[in-house]
């Protein structure tokens, strides 16, 4: 039938074609939109673009066959730090320059979002070419990876520079919130819990900063408003309850290096309750409202909502003076009750499809060169896992201390440090909370 | 020839939309009935639905979908017709539209953040409130707009950022020549038996507009309901949306929670349904209340009031904006801002620097995916929109066929993204870019269609006729005719797939498996982080993305015509130089 119809028309045109100038003139006027060359050109132009995009994708379905392209090494890490993605750029471009690998932070706003994408693959079946080679975790995290068997084993002893955590002396390096690591992570960096306020609100409000939580709690009593802490979903969250819980029960510290058992978590959480009743009213937004991420909390100290908050990387916050994401009056300090304290790990996936060239990766970030530089207060701040002991003295000199910020911790006072809590305490506390609170989500 | 190409092209475009979206939701599907081999759920059952339903908040989650999104849906329509009452015979209204049209490309997340800089306790207006005052901090986080229980700073924001949609579409249905002179007629005889313009509005012209944008407004209906980003960042999570609920679940770190996701995924579906059967109600109730007014033939109805609406509407829009550029743009280059200030103490462009150094490779993706995305599906669109005027399709297919072309916008996004990929990872599981492309056409091709069909459909199809009678082929009439006569629509429909493309959040993350950066990607990780600064940079250069797809379709179309007018000409001359001899 169209057929017909074309043939049809085509004798038409032709009859016309024949009829003279006067039709012809008439089936000119409507001349195309695009010339011929355009047409050409923008056809040329889609077909380039479909060539790209499956050069690429076929271009990642044979990583380490194709032996002239650099390996490739995929590090899937929380994005949400300027200082820690620029870090990252560095160290890129160090091992592209000395290993020709190609390192490519994929930058996560939920370190979770990459776990689960592991799974993903898991279970359809993809168990040796997977998305993730590298992944930035600890704690519950980890816990969940080993236990779904996501990551591969006993890499880390492989590693040269591994030695110099001194693991043998150090067992943090080889505990994950006291689940053992068993060679799956390795450790990259510490951390421990600080707080910090705007020294000008303070002054304002004619208070001091708590040095204590019984402190705390009197503070935002008398300030309502101005202390939150986000949802325990959030890691932030869950290590605030944490020093709550373990700063409320001073004489039963040892049940919580145990896994959790339904009657030791009688036991401490009814001062924890306790607490948490008379706090939440007098926290930001009543606490009906409480945050999902810890990062928003430093943008509120930063917009003046809130005069008093808490961090894992007590470096971060003279940097966001620097960068000015926070006023010039705040001041970091520790809690004289406690500060948590733990290590953070590179894991490496079991479907890792470049399993070699991640190590070296790995091996790289426990440099010494590395280290000291992810330690600069300018770069990142975060504390090395290197023992100084291990170290030669022209190692140890990178590593000499800059000048102190205003708003830096005061690293000369002594703090007392809280290990954190066997990984199970985590569920555990969190789950009753939930409970006890709402599901936040 | 032809007519069979286009009919290929339209099958192409029915399964491109159908399977990922039904694969996506069989996905869903069997974790919530308890099947997902991959945590040792291997036996099916409703395990997972009496685990919801015995959820404290579950009623209230849902509660608060419903609200918010079918709320915000009303309001805005509300509003959209209100304006267009007010201007509709106005030469104000270009300048409306042009006024609206930069909430329209703005992607939601950065709309969100965006009324945080403004309407927070420490933003701009709380900021003007204390002008003259003391340096006293900033009241501690009681106020009502962000946060707040019930769920109204989500369903405004919710209809500040539909609004602009809904009128777009009015408008491209106003301005079709045919439909333009109906109302014409239908206004001139309104305004003979003494009806005032506005009666005259609603009376007869809203109901015929109503009709033809049914569609895209169910769809910003659903969307309204499931959608993630607004309740995250401006919604109280005590409780949250449901679709905010299901977004945690699905990235818990007890991997066994996926099951309660499916199944609240699968829930959620429900609750859109819900909105739309709440919809459809009200709307008989209005059609009720128009023919009694109809009856009645009042010739006023209350119009200095929708008036003042009107231009109150307009006000707010010039007001929000304003401050949001100025906000927006002060805080990307700001040094210390303290409170109460409303000029930061210093200029810096540190956070530019930090923002463009890392964004060269994202911004090469997301132009790259955009422009390949919305060309494609403009292709596809209008193939099949000729396939249908070509032969159009048996009365069943082709309601079948509208159902499945909104399949993709009336199964909420949460529902079935994480469903495809686990599919993805059955089929090619390395073609990332290929996936991250069907994921994105999938919300690209549905909303390119709606902006072109109502162009296409009431094109004036006497042209085509005198052209076919004129001997020309079909393809002929579909390139020569069609093509420079809808030139302005389909240039502004694939700027709007672009900038639907752009927006992408979750599609691209859960498709690409974060190995695509985009610029909204690296946006989204930045509101996770802590410098507002950054953030601002980021909302800038999200909002400014989608424009560079607007200003192309509103500048080409005068450049093609003169240049179209100009070879036309020197044919001509040429011609006739040719007859002189």
Redesign the interface.
């Known amino acids: 039938m169209?057929?017909r119809l074309?043939l049809h028309?085509?004798t038409?045109?032709a009859?016309?074609m024949s009829s003279g100038?006067q039709?012809r003139?008439?089936?000119?006027?409507?001349?195309?939109?695009f010339?011929p060359m355009q047409v050409l050109f923008f056809t040329c132009m889609?077909i380039f673009?479909?060539f790209?995009?499956?050069q690429?994708?076929?271009g990642?379905?044979n990583d380490e066959a194709a032996s002239e392209k650099p390996p490739l090494v995929?590090f899937?890490a929380?994005?949400?730090?300027?200082q820690v993605?620029?870090y990252l750029?560095w160290v890129a471009l160090q091992v592209k320059t000395r290993f020709n690998i190609e390192l490519?932070h994929?930058?996560?706003?939920?370190t979770?979002?990459?776990?689960?994408?592991v799974?993903?693959?898991?279970?359809?079946?993809?168990h040796d070419?997977g998305?993730?080679d590298l992944i930035w975790i600890n704690g519950?995290?980890f816990a969940?990876m080993k236990k779904?068997g996501l990551l591969s084993a006993s890499w880390v002893s492989e590693l040269n520079n591994f030695s110099l955590t001194n693991p043998e002396e150090n067992s943090v390096m080889t505990t994950d919130f006291g689940e053992p690591t068993l060679g799956m992570e390795a450790p990259w960096g510490k951390a421990s819990m600080v707080f910090y306020y705007?020294s000008?609100?303070m002054k304002?409000l004619g208070l001091m900063a708590p040095k204590t939580t019984e402190q705390l709690l009197r503070f935002s009593q008398k300030?309502?408003?101005?202390f939150t802490y986000p949802?325990p979903?959030d890691y932030l969250g869950i290590s605030f309850i944490k020093y709550a819980a373990l700063a409320l029960n001073k004489d039963k510290h040892s049940v919580f290096y145990q896994p959790v058992s339904d009657a030791s978590l009688k036991t401490v959480l009814p001062p924890l309750w306790k607490y948490l009743d008379a706090l939440h009213p007098t926290m930001?937004?009543?606490g009906?409202?409480?945050l999902?991420?810890a990062?928003?909390?430093?943008?509120?100290v930063?917009?003046?909502?809130?005069?008093l908050a808490f961090s894992f990387t007590a470096s971060?916050i003279p940097s966001?003076v620097t960068?000015?994401?926070l006023?010039?009056d705040v001041r970091t300090y520790a809690m004289q009750d406690g500060s948590l304290a733990n290590v953070h790990f590179i894991g490496l996936t079991y479907n890792s499809g470049s399993k070699a060239a991640a190590k070296t990766v790995v091996n790289f970030l426990l440099s010494p060169q590395a280290q000291a530089k992810k330690q600069e207060i300018t770069v990142w701040g975060d504390d090395t896992v290197l023992d100084m002991t291990t170290l030669t003295n022209a190692q140890q000199a990178l590593f000499k201390k800059e000048a102190v910020h205003p708003s830096a911790l005061d690293k000369s006072k002594p703090t007392a440090l809280l290990a954190e809590p066997h990984a199970s305490w985590t569920?555990a506390l969190r789950d009753a909370w939930y409970e006890r609170y709402?599901?936040?989500? | 020839m032809f007519a069979q190409f286009t009919r290929i092209m339209r099958w192409c475009l029915l399964l491109l939309l159908c399977i990922p979206v039904l694969a996506g939701l069989v996905g869903v599907i069997f974790p919530a009935l308890g099947y997902f081999p991959a945590i040792g759920a291997n036996s099916f059952s409703l395990d997972v639905f009496r685990t919801l339903f015995a959820l404290d908040d579950i009623w209230h989650m849902v509660w608060l979908s419903l609200f918010t999104g079918v709320g915000s849906t009303l309001l805005a329509m509300a509003g959209a017709f209100l304006l267009l009452a007010t201007f509709y015979q106005s030469s104000w209204l270009e300048k409306v539209q042009g006024l609206l049209s930069p909430f329209l490309v703005f992607p939601h997340a950065a709309a969100a953040i965006a009324l945080l800089f403004v309407l927070s306790p420490s933003g701009i207006f709380a900021r003007l409130m204390v002008l003259g005052g003391d340096d006293a901090p900033p009241a501690a986080g009681s106020s009502f707009f962000p946060y707040d229980e019930f769920g109204f700073s989500v369903l405004l924001a919710l209809s500040l950022k539909e609004l602009p949609f809904i009128i777009l579409m009015a408008l491209s249905v106003m301005s079709q020549p045919l439909i333009k002179k109906k109302l014409l007629g239908y206004v001139n005889v309104g305004a003979s038996l003494g009806y005032s313009p506005t009666a005259s509005f609603f009376k007869l012209v809203a109901p015929s507009i109503f009709t033809q944008i049914k569609l895209p407004i169910l769809a910003v209906l659903v969307f309204a309901t499931s959608n993630v980003e607004i309740p995250l960042i401006l919604g109280s999570n005590n409780p949250s949306t449901l679709a905010v609920a299901i977004m945690h679940w699905f990235n818990h770190i007890d991997l066994s929670m996926r099951l309660l996701a499916s199944g609240a995924a699968v829930l959620q579906v429900a609750v859109s349904g819900v909105a739309l059967l709440l919809f459809f109600a009200v709307e008989h109730f209005l059609m009720y209340l128009g023919k009694q007014s109809l009856m009645k033939g009042r010739r006023h109805g209350a119009d200095a009031l929708v008036r003042g609406i009107g231009y109150g509407i307009v006000s707010l829009y010039v007001i929000l904006i304003s401050t949001v550029i100025y906000a927006v743009v002060m805080y990307s280059i700001a040094k210390h801002w303290p409170f109460p200030a409303l000029l930061p103490e210093g200029v810096t462009f540190l956070h530019w620097g930090t923002a463009l150094e890392a964004l060269a490779t994202p911004l090469v993706n997301s132009l790259l995916l955009g422009m390949l995305v919305s060309t494609s599906a403009m292709l596809l669109v209008l193939f099949t929109l000729e396939s249908e005027q070509l032969k159009p399709a048996a009365r069943h297919a082709n309601s079948a066929f509208s159902i499945s072309l909104f399949l993709p916008l009336l199964v909420p996004g949460v529902a079935f993204l994480y469903g495809l990929v686990w599919f993805q990872q059955l089929v090619l599981q390395n073609a990332v870019w290929f996936h991250t492309y069907i994921a994105h056409m999938v919300y690209v091709v549905p909303y390119v269609f709606l902006s072109m069909a109502v162009a296409y459909r009431k094109f004036d199809n006497r042209y085509a006729m005198v052209a076919q009678s004129l001997g020309k082929t079909p393809w002929q009439v579909f390139y020569r005719i069609k093509l420079p006569l809808m030139l302005n629509a389909i240039l502004v429909a694939w700027a709007l797939g672009l900038a639907i493309s752009f927006s992408q959040y979750l599609p691209t993350l859960l498709a690409s498996g974060g190995t695509i950066a985009t610029i909204t990607t690296e946006a989204v990780a930045s509101v996770s982080g802590s410098s507002t600064r950054l953030t601002a940079v980021y909302v800038i250069i999200q909002g400014a993305m989608p424009l560079i797809g607007f200003v192309i379709a509103w500048y080409l179309p005068g450049v093609l015509m003169k240049n179209r007018g100009a070879s036309i000409k020197e044919k001509n001359k040429r011609r006739a130089v040719l007859h002189g001899t």
């Open positions: 169209i057929g074309m028309s085509s038409k045109n009859a016309h100038g039709a003139l008439q089936l000119r006027t409507n001349s195309p939109l010339t889609v673009s479909v790209v995009v499956a690429t994708a076929v990642n379905t995929r899937h929380w994005g949400g730090s300027a993605n620029g750029q490519q994929v930058k996560l706003a939920d979770s979002d990459a776990v689960s994408r799974l993903a693959e898991k279970a359809a079946g993809n070419n998305s993730v519950e995290n969940a779904h705007r000008e609100h304002s300030a309502p408003g101005r949802v979903s930001w937004q009543q009906d409202h409480m999902r991420h990062s928003q909390l430093q943008r509120l930063g917009a003046g909502e809130l005069s971060e966001a960068r000015f994401d006023p010039e569920d709402g599901a936040r989500y």
